[in-house]
T-cell receptor
Framework: KNEVEQSPQNLTAQEGEFITINCSYSVGISALHWLQQHPGGGIVSLFMLSSGKKKHGRLIATINIQEKHSSLHITASHPRDSAVYICAVLRLGGLTFGKGTHLIIQP | KAGVTQTPRYLIKTRGQQVTLSCSPISGHRSVSWYQQTPGQGLQFLFEYFSETQRNKGNFPGRFSGRQFSNSRSEMNVSTLELGDSALYLC?????????????FGQGTRLTVV
């Protein structure tokens, strides 16, 4: 079993829909990161969380340390949100990554 | 403020050769981490440098090594290249070594071993 599990692996939705991507982890962590990767490889850091909730524009990230679970929400989704979203947890000095969620938003 | 710069962007090498990749972090950032991304294994942590010292290392063979210079620029080296080393190599910089600050990623170096 991977230390970091993401669901769903693939998600196709219509423009305007509310999107939720989940991340569960099985180890103690110092922090959790949500990353976005577009075709071509570039990675953008969306959030770094160690507790609670953060919001940036249409993106919201939450973490429940007791349940070892985090969610990334996208409100009013848009085709430009199409990308791979990756959850990563910080432990033992390095990041351990989930396999990513491939999101496609159709117009 | 300039972002994280990785050079070269693309590289083709032959099995058995060695390769050196470079990463220039954001000005003022002292922590540089390296990652390998392959279709099969996804993203995996290689190592992290802070103030010229390797602080943490992932589970990779000794053929993978790195260093950091006094200006925080970092290089990683892979010796005796294997076909399986073909991957996207990403570096990320942050302001401290504890990892609980935001990480800024470069565009990556795509290495193809033939």
């Amino acid at each position: 079993k991977n230390e970091v599990e993401q669901s769903p692996q693939n998600l196709t939705a219509q423009e305007g829909e509310f999107i939720t991507i989940n991340c569960s982890y099985s180890v103690g962590i110092s922090a959790l990161h949500w990353l976005q990767q577009h075709p071509g490889g570039g990675i953008v850091s969306l959030f770094m969380l160690s507790s609670g909730k953060k919001k940036h524009g249409r993106l919201i990230a939450t973490i429940n340390i007791q349940e070892k679970h985090s969610s990334l929400h996208i409100t009013a989704s848009h085709p430009r949100d199409s990308a791979v979203y990756i959850c990563a947890v910080l432990r033992l000095g390095g990041l351990t990554f989930g396999k990513g969620t491939h999101l496609i938003i159709q117009p | 403020k300039a972002g994280v710069t990785q050079t070269p962007r693309y590289l083709i090498k032959t099995r058995g050769q060695q390769v050196t990749l470079s990463c220039s972090p954001i000005s003022g950032h002292r922590s540089v981490s390296w990652y390998q991304q392959t279709p099969g294994q996804g993203l995996q942590f290689l190592f992290e440098y802070f103030s010229e010292t390797q602080r943490n290392k992932g589970n990779f063979p000794g053929r993978f090594s790195g260093r950091q210079f006094s200006n925080s620029r970092s290089e990683m080296n892979v010796s005796t290249l294997e076909l399986g080393d073909s991957a996207l190599y990403l570096c990320a910089s942050s302001s401290d070594s504890r990892g609980n600050t935001e990480a800024f990623f470069g565009q990556g170096t795509r290495l193809t071993v033939v």
